[in-house]
């Protein structure tokens, strides 16, 4: 893992930064201050800047920390009994414009409409009633690694989480693709259509708002969910090794994959894959004040299991989706500079 601590010197000089860009907006959600993200993310400081650049272009870890940005637990109040409690007057809005601006430098930040209501900052919290539910608000049961968003051909480069609390220091885990050993693995019938990975469980209707307030949103939103429930309904088949066969990037979500059909050598080839990321996984407990940025294509992530407390002072992360190519789903978006696909 690539990591990079912000000083404090680096802190005392980010704090007007952010608080000037605080001042101008009233929410993270606001589309202007997203498209100005990339230009005033060149005020970051510039030892942090060629970090992030060296991490996106020349790849040279799956993943890659910054630390040491100040948190003060105290301003930021109790954490939200669920995400839509969260986002008008955020408590943490200064936290989330530099981890708004660290994602610009990667590329374009992006949401659904069919997750989290289509907010492009979203929230990592335990949610109650979710405790033994595949999704990333569970806790009691362990959320199984996964690609992010392994089914859309939209996905993001790199997944993004923030830590604001993790008092327990509940683990995310990792797998670096670079950790596997490829020779093990049957690479050639991995690179092959025959894998039929469904919509993950964050995209189902169940989980979003019945209403956005908004008739041409869910509108569109309706769409978006007719359309993921047919990939559900008639599965496309997919490669889930891509790229280059030496260092293959990865796409898979194992829970939300329905293995029946599958040819012998295709289904073994993957059984062969899920060995070689379990026995690499490694655990990574971020402090308050931790950014880490994943690379969607080289690792794959997932989280151990923890017991909620539900008082306000649960683990709280805040989640950013990048794509390096926003035209690569110009199909999906109602504007070139829309950021949300349905
Ligand atoms: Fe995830």
């Not at 990591?3 to 907006?25: C, F, Q, W």
């Not at 020349?58 to 993943?63: N, T």
């Not at 066969?245 to 939300?256: G, I, M, Q």
């Not at 294509?297 to 909620?308: C, D």
């Amino acid at each position: 893992m690539e990591e990079l601590a912000l000083s404090p010197e680096e802190n005392a000089a980010l704090g007007p930064v952010l608080a000037e860009i605080a001042k101008e907006h009233d929410t993270i959600e606001d589309a202007g201050l997203i498209r100005r993200a990339p230009l005033h993310a060149r005020r970051l400081p510039v030892r942090l800047l060629e970090f992030l650049e060296d991490f996106r272009l020349r790849e040279p870890s799956a993943l890659c920390l910054v630390s040491g940005l100040a948190v003060d637990e105290e301003e930021l109040g109790p954490t939200p009994a669920h995400w839509r409690d969260s986002q008008y007057g955020s408590p943490a809005f200064r936290h989330e414009i530099f981890f708004l601006l660290c994602a610009s430098v990667l590329g374009d930040v992006f949401g659904w409409a069919t997750q989290q209501d289509g907010r492009i900052m979203h929230d990592v919290l335990p949610i109650r009633g979710h405790e033994n539910y595949e999704i990333g608000s569970n806790s009691l049961q362990h959320l199984s690694w996964h690609t992010e968003d392994a089914f859309h051909p939209c996905r993001g480069d790199y997944v993004a989480l923030m830590c604001l609390k993790n008092p327990d220091l509940v683990e995310t885990v990792v797998c670096d693709g670079a950790d596997i050993d490829w020779s093990e693995v049957d690479v050639a019938a991995l690179f092959e259509p025959e894998f039929t990975q469904m919509p993950d469980n964050s995209h189902r209707p169940e989980n979003a708002s019945e209403s956005t307030g908004d008739p041409v949103v869910d509108r569109l939103r309706a769409r978006s969910f007719s359309l993921i429930q047919s990939w559900n309904d008639d599965p496309v088949k997919r490669p889930v090794l891509f790229g280059d066969a030496e260092d293959p990037y990865l796409t898979l979500d194992p829970y939300h994959m329905r293995t029946e059909g599958w040819p012998d050598r295709a289904a073994a080839a993957f059984r062969g894959l899920c060995e070689q990321i379990e026995a690499n996984l490694r655990g990574v407990a971020l402090r308050p004040g931790d950014t880490v940025f994943l690379d969607n294509f080289r690792a794959v992530h997932g989280r151990k299991s923890f017991r909620a407390r539900y008082d306000g002072s649960d683990r709280w992360l805040k989640r950013l989706n990048v794509t390096r190519n926003l035209r690569g789903s110009r199909a999906w978006r109602p504007a070139p500079d829309a950021r949300v696909i349905y």
